[in-house]
């Protein structure tokens, strides 16, 4: 029985491990773009679309820069962010947003 027991319980720890490393695919960016616009016209703002990837040293060094309390409070009084993932590396290709790469290439 204890063996049995250990069976089921090694088990259920791959499936856990195996359903949790699995990334879930991000938005189409037509949904993406499509709710951005909708909160700026809302909020009477502008669109600042950031086109990203998460190897990109420099999109790093602008997500903090943006976050930035002395810049923070004017960009965000003007801009609604939306960031797009494009260029990912082949193992995290999951991460980028179907479509976004057209729109970067445009």
Partial sequence: MKFYLSKICI??????VITSSQ???QKATEEVLNATFSKAQLE???VLVIFHASWCGWC???EKQL????????IDDTFVITYLAVMEAKDKKDQENSGAAHQFLR
């Fill in 23 to 25: 990334s879930i695919a």
């Fill in 60 to 62: 790093k060094k602008m």
């Fill in 67 to 74: 976050k930035d309390p002395q810049i923070s409070e004017s």
């Fill in 11 to 16: 088990l259920t720890c791959i499936l856990f």
């Fill in 44 to 46: 009477d703002k502008k």
